[in-house]
């Protein structure tokens, strides 16, 4: 699994949404009423809007359920779908989560001019857009944006660092075009659906863990928490982050059937407690909150060094992660910066 992780929490209750667009008008209460039942996650699956939009809807009627697109990787720009997932991070105030797939329906690269890939292709190119969009997410340190008024200057360039990237079918020089979000890192997760589509670097490596699959269609709350308490005990010991409910209707009575079984699951010690306002989906699965460690080769201001210039903004970089000549720290310095100085860092950092 993707870096040695803390021994796992019990995994979150999810629910799966279809995003049929029928159901737009009632899926901010439904969301909400799934909240009120203390179910830990939403997964949005496409039924037609785009499960990442539906997400970002969702984020203001919801204050502790994570929310959890069930999102292409292959059809998509890949900088774009890392830009979205972190905005959807920050509307969310660090509650957004990826499920990780690879769209096999022959319509969908056509929609967007593409040749239907091979598995072995669409499983690199899953890989590839992993691990871009983990570049992305930490192209700018958490300090990067120092709105500094005086000199007009928004974000210090020596804290930004190009993704720098070179896919099979792709390349992204990054960096992103949004601050690092509350996560820092979009937990990403695939569910036994999607395994194979994936490939096994995906699901076996790089990404955070299993959403474990369990068909729910038709069944009250005694039978969800013995269908649960069944698969669980067949996952064995492999990292299930989630329990993803599969083929439950959304009608009234869905809320307190998933009250019902959750407080079931939980007494037996099953699934996680019920999450907090204010917590994120990282703490609800028990996986730390990475740093953003910069790289002196790809960071966003090497242009400014190599030209032997001094770079801005630079008193919290320590001088492990420096390379070329001393630099001063801004407006706390020696000196203060230059329009020059100014208008040299905004293009370098678009």
């Known amino acids: 699994m993707n870096p040695a992780h803390p021994r796992p929490l019990p995994p979150v209750l999810a629910v799966d949404l279809i995003t049929d667009p029928l159901l737009a008008p009632d899926l901010a209460r439904r969301a909400h009423e799934l909240e009120a039942a203390g179910i830990g996650a939403i997964v949005l699956t496409d039924g037609g809007l785009h499960p990442i939009h539906a997400a970002a809807h969702l984020a203001p009627a919801t204050t502790a359920t994570a ?11 890949p900088f774009h779908l890392a830009t979205q997932l972190m905005s959807l991070d920050h509307v ?9 797939t690879a769209a096999t329906d022959p319509a969908v690269p056509a929609a967007v001019g593409r040749e239907v890939l091979d598995a072995r292709a669409a499983a690199q190119e899953a890989a590839d857009v992993l691990a871009v969009s983990r570049l992305l997410w930490d192209s700018w340190t958490d300090d990067a944006v120092v709105r500094d008024a005086d000199s007009g200057i928004y974000v210090a360039a ?3 660092q190009y993704a720098d990237f070179e ?11 949004t601050p690092r979000s509350p996560q820092g890192q979009v937990p990403v997760l695939i569910a036994d659906a999607d395994r194979e589509v994936v490939g096994e670097e995906v699901a076996g490596r790089a990404a955070d ?6 068909d729910a269609t038709g069944l009250d709350a005694e039978g969800i928490v013995a269908a649960v308490d069944a698969s669980l ?11 993803r409910l599969l083929g439950l209707a959304p009608d009234d009575r869905l809320a307190a059937t998933l009250h019902a079984a959750g407080t079931a699951l939980r007494s037996k ?3 996680a407690p019920p999450p907090s306002a204010g917590q994120s989906l990282r703490d609800q699965l028990g996986l730390p909150r990475p740093e953003a460690v910069i790289d002196p080769a790809r960071r966003a201001d090497r242009a400014r060094i190599a030209r032997g210039e001094s770079s801005l903004f630079a008193d919290r970089i320590g001088p492990t992660e420096l390379s070329g000549p001393a630099e001063q720290s801004g407006p706390s310095g020696s000196a203060s910066p230059t329009p020059s100085d100014d208008a040299s860092i905004l293009q370098e950092t678009r």
Do not use: C, Q
């Open 67 to 77: 929310l959890i697109p069930r999102a292409d990787a292959v059809h998509i720009e």
């Open 92 to 100: 969310s105030g660090g509650r957004a989560g990826w499920l990780l």
């Open 233 to 243: 005990r067949s996952a064995g010991a492999s990292a299930v982050r989630i329990v």
């Open 158 to 160: 020596a804290r930004l």
């Open 167 to 177: 896919g099979a079918t792709f390349s992204v020089r990054g960096p992103a075009i």
């Open 269 to 271: 010690g099953l699934v």
């Open 209 to 214: 863990g299993r959403a474990l699959d369990v």
